[in-house]
């Protein structure tokens, strides 16, 4: 094996460090966050730090990075408490990578990029029309992290919209290759993903056995 | 689009929703974490919950679940302030997964299992010798998610260990599927990689660009 010492990481410049722990921690679920502001102007941008926190109740969270870097999308979450995270297939990819750009106040991310804002009753924030799985989500709780002015904001699920219902299996699984929906790797990089298998709930003196 | 609204999926029973909501969330960053308790017995577990929070200072987290579901990985973490993170290959699936098993305290993960722990200086707890991706991380801070009971525990990227250096670009990416890091689905699902491709920085008034 070849070592890394925290020392080397350390020295390292910034953005080299930044390419290497941010693919360091493995593959991500990116997804598109949309969001309005209290005006009505829409935003949209690429999130790839989103995380499963429990099912019951089904809480997300993802990590809105410092404010001076990210200012919109977690405003508009904690001016309007609803936003939503809408799944990127391959022939989004470019358009969901170009909302990382820092567009200025009101100009919305839709219009520079081709992607569809799309309403439905319930919800002010806007859904991406293009994406196969879409979903709304209220905010619960902000907490800040102090060690690097992060965000780790939690949400509560609340409706759901797929564009197949065949990929949902019998247990509630959502074989998400069947909706084409894409990983994501650093900062930059997007893959597609072929299943290994399933396996059954693990057990003490037995071995895991495939589903 | 096919519509399960919050009232459809909050009735669903419990398991089922566990499936849904734990994939909704996207692919994960599933990895096996390696820990030792104050008296030298080593555990390692599956994690799939692993997300980036910042690479200056090079921060990662996880989610633990609540204690009764999950008591050794955090309480280890927090006895002796560090733990290990290794990447899972094809090869180590069955093992992976087998790791999620409710064994009794004192029994070792690694026996059960036939992964190897491996130590190296400067780190008690125990590496996966079998991971192709191996780093030691250093308790930061212990975030206690109120919503539903569980844990989001901050660490510090210490040493990295890699099995090659070629799949480490001249900006600091490291190219995953070189080195066969699989990503995970739902609480059971495993799958390999494509590379779709990498984008340029993105800036206003232009198009992603392929590099």
């Avoid at 994501?184 to 399933?198: A, E, K």
Wanted: aromatic content about 10%; some cysteine; glycine content about 8%.
């Amino acid at each position: 094996m070849h070592q890394l010492s925290k020392s080397t990481i350390d020295a390292w410049d910034a953005r080299y460090r930044g390419n290497f722990i941010n693919s360091l921690s493995g593959y991500k679920s990116v997804s598109l966050i949309g969001t309005v502001n209290a005006s009505g102007q829409p935003n949209v941008a690429v999130f790839s730090n989103i995380v499963h926190i429990g099912a019951n109740p089904a809480l997300i969270g993802f990590i809105n990075r410092p404010l001076a870097a990210a200012p919109h999308t977690i405003a508009n979450i904690q001016a309007t408490g609803c936003y939503t995270i809408n799944h990127i297939t391959p022939s989004m990819v470019v358009q969901a990578h170009q909302t990382s750009a820092k567009y200025d106040d009101g100009v919305s991310e839709f219009a520079q990029t081709g992607l569809s804002e799309l309403y439905r009753d319930g919800c002010p924030a806007p859904f991406v029309a293009q994406s196969a799985v879409q979903y709304s989500m209220k905010l619960v709780e902000v907490v800040p992290i102090t060690h690097n002015n992060t965000f780790f904001v939690i949400g509560a699920v609340q409706d759901v919209y797929l564009s197949s219902l065949d990929c949902v299996g019998e247990d509630g699984f959502i074989e998400l290759p069947q909706l084409d929906t894409v990983t994501s790797l650093g900062m930059d990089g997007y893959y597609v993903t072929s299943r290994l298998g399933r396996y059954a709930y693990a057990k003490p003196g037995s071995i895991a056995q495939p589903i």
